[in-house]
């Protein structure tokens, strides 16, 4: 995290100095919160660090790939959330627009809880469907639990499997 921090914040300075003499050994204004993600994540993982990291590297002007191996549930997971993020950000920056008094005060932050609408009924279960025979997400509650609360999906959605991957319906967690 540390080496991609570093690049990250070099190249911040390049395209957007900060006021100070050794920008380049300062954490820039943009960065803040990333470095402290990074800093109070020693051995543990921490989404936070992803996350901004994705929305810094848009602020810069590049762009934010999601993958992992399969490309399907921990993919559909991130990419709800920053769908998510999205609506909630034209929602705020676009009051009179939304339904509501105008003045964004009924606009609080909804990321989470958009994220599990559009995990449940949005275009990703279609894709499980596809991929494994079954519109559910192959997570088991156990699974779940440890998820950090942006990247989990709701208990309805959840395949299960027992030992060998036999999928069941019943959200089950692994025998």
Known sequence: NYEAYNLLNKFAHLISPANSVSAAQKIHPLLEKLHQHIVTSAGKMNHEILDEAATLSQQLGGGAVVFCKSGKDRTAMHVTYKQAQYVNKF???????????????????????????IREYGTRLPICEKNVGQAKYA????????????????????????????????GGIES
């Not at 676009?94 to 606009?107: A, E």
């Open 139 to 170: 997570f088991n509650r156990l699974q779940v639990e440890f998820m950090p609360d942006a990247l989990r999906p709701p208990m309805s959605t959840l395949a299960g499997f027992l030992k060998g991957g036999k999928v069941f319906s019943g």
């Open 91 to 117: 929602r705020t920056s676009h009051p009179s627009q939304m339904s509501g008094d105008g003045n964004g005060s009924p606009f609080d932050d909804n990321t989470i809880s958009d994220a599990t609408v």
